[in-house]
């Protein structure tokens, strides 16, 4: 019946307008058919009901920019409502198919898929489906929304629309990333967002490195113990002395703090366990009984942070009654953007060992990966001790697969780009620590149309180049217009199949690295 319908609508509509359907979004919804389907670069849901009886309240409620009836069998009557992919609309999917709407991660191993242009879902969902390992399409930090004037709405909406689009079932999770302040956790709660990654690192003292023993008692006595929620001795007692000990490998490992390395810890982490608290406590207003995800992340400050670190804020973190589902750790060696981790990677499988030790003896929380893309290196390390426990996430690798589709499709197009992004890369970079070398980038008006792929996304200064001035790209105007977003989108859309099976490939890569057996 259901073929019939679609394959009568075509008939009827579809043949004058040159229609695409996505057949694989066919879905029943009490006695109508949902289905999407794309009018030149415009994706529209289609919804099928019966025009001989009253039609359901639930359905009424759709915009429809076109309603309609055809016959089937020469003789039945269907009625048929186009409606635009909008924000009203997205909100109503989620209401009718509940697998549209984001879930908990919880503990399960998990990939976080960020999708900067809002085109790359299906590449993800092509990428994922067979694995099993708990997938988080939407996850955006404040700073990537802010860059590329999304809100956290679109986020979430793009992929409501992508996960109906390929009919995918299999749930997934939606990732405020790096969340500073209240109002931000407002906004992404409103939305729908369930997981809440919360980056208390204004607050981390990152003098305290380098400060001597009598500074760092002088800051210890300043710290705000009222808040803190306990006396100073207590906490003196509750650490100083007492041995932790781990098993790492079969073998016994103690750790111990010094008055020195305690109060470092103290000074360098408890402002930021105090801000992570407040923003806890302000989850849980919002939320009431309902469940979320908390991640604490504290990737993003200046130095590593040591095994006695770790320890000390999952403990801090306990004793203020706060669980979360992952951490984010500044590990050794460096996560530059666009490119394989630089550093060594025997020191870092040895500390990398030992934080899993921790997290595996004190809590029940996974470790988060951040700037986790195309870290290939690390990733047999990774699924070697950690594979049940990691949350990797990924962002802008897929920002620049789909640029990979632009230099195949638009070669100019693709040059215009690269000369944009050599013209603002000094002011973006500022928020990222970054080694590119701007000089060993040829000028893009040498490399020949069928070398530009190879030249500037197979080599890592083009590379970063092109990864952080997305945002500069994505939101570039020239009288009042778009100067790139359109254009790369109609590549992108008119090439859709090469750009989701260009995206699946890369991201699929990273997983077979990761967890190799984890197929289900
Ligand atoms: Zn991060």
Redesign the pocket.
């Given at each position: 019946m259901k073929t019939a319908i679609i394959d009568d609508f075509l008939r009827f509509y579809g043949e004058k307008r040159g229609l695409k359907i996505y057949k694989s979004s066919t879905a029943k919804f009490r006695n109508s058919i949902f289905l999407l389907i794309r009018e030149n670069l415009e994706r529209k849901l289609v919804i099928f009901h019966s025009a001989s009886k009253a039609i359901d309240d639930m359905i009424n409620r759709f915009q429809a920019s076109e309603t309609g009836e055809f016959l089937i069998d020469g003789k039945t009557r269907i009625g048929y409502k186009i409606c635009p992919c909008n924000p009203h609309n997205a909100v109503l999917m989620r209401e009718v198919f509940t697998f549209t709407r984001p879930k908990l991660v919880g503990l399960a191993p998990a990939i976080g898929t960020g999708d900067r242009i809002g085109l790359a879902t299906p590449g993800h969902i092509r990428a994922l489906k067979s694995f099993c390992i708990f997938p988080v399409f939407a996850q955006q930090?404040v700073r990537e929304m802010d860059r590329t004037s999304r809100k956290p709405e679109e986020v979430l909406d793009d992929v409501t629309w992508a996960v109906f689009q390929e009919g995918y079932r299999g749930g997934f999770g939606a990732d405020a990333?790096?969340v500073k302040i209240l109002s931000d956790l407002d906004a992404a709660a409103k939305a729908g967002f369930k997981m809440y990654?919360i980056?208390p690192s204004d607050y981390v003292n990152n003098r305290a490195d380098t400060y001597n023993l009598s500074v760092l008692r002088l800051e210890f006595e300043k710290l705000p113990w009222k808040e803190m929620g306990c006396e100073k001795e207590a906490f003196l007692k509750a650490y100083l002395g007492k041995e932790f000990c781990i098993t790492v490998s079969g073998e016994e490992k103690t750790f111990k703090f010094s008055e020195e390395s305690l109060l470092r810890a103290a000074v360098k982490y408890s402002a930021a366990i105090l801000h992570m608290a407040r923003m806890h406590r302000h989850l849980k207003k919002i939320f009431g009984r309902r469940k979320f995800d908390v991640e604490l992340?504290i990737?993003?400050t200046e130095t590593q942070t040591s095994h006695l670190e770790h320890y000390f804020i999952i403990s801090e973190l306990k004793r203020l009654g706060i669980r979360i589902t992952s951490l984010?750790l500044r590990f050794v060696g460096r996560f530059e953007k666009a490119i394989d981790y630089i550093g060594d990677l025997k020191e870092f499988e040895e500390s990398f060992k030992l934080h899993v030790s921790i997290a595996r003896a004190y809590g029940l929380y996974k470790l988060s990966i951040?700037?986790g893309s195309d870290k290939f290196a690390i990733y047999p390390i990774l699924g070697k001790y950690a594979s049940d426990i990691v949350h990797l996430?990924t962002a802008g690798t897929s920002y620049l697969e789909a640029l990979r589709v632009v230099a195949r499709n638009d070669p100019s197009l693709f040059r215009e780009i690269v000369d944009y992004s050599l013209k603002v890369f000094d002011r973006d970079r500022k928020s990222y620590h970054m080694s590119t070398d701007l000089s060993s980038i040829p000028e893009s008006s040498r490399v020949p149309d069928e070398d530009l792929e190879k030249v500037f996304l197979g080599e890592n200064n083009a590379r970063q180049l092109l990864h952080i001035t997305y945002g500069s790209i994505l939101t570039a105007k020239n009288d009042g217009e778009w100067l790139f977003r359109d254009r790369i989108m109609k590549v992108l859309i008119e090439n859709e199949e090469e750009h989701y099976e260009t995206v699946a490939r890369h991201i699929k890569r990273h997983v077979e690295m990761l967890w190799d057996q984890t197929k289900c």
């Open positions: 930090s990333d790096h990654t980056d992340s990737d993003e984010a951040h700037s996430k």
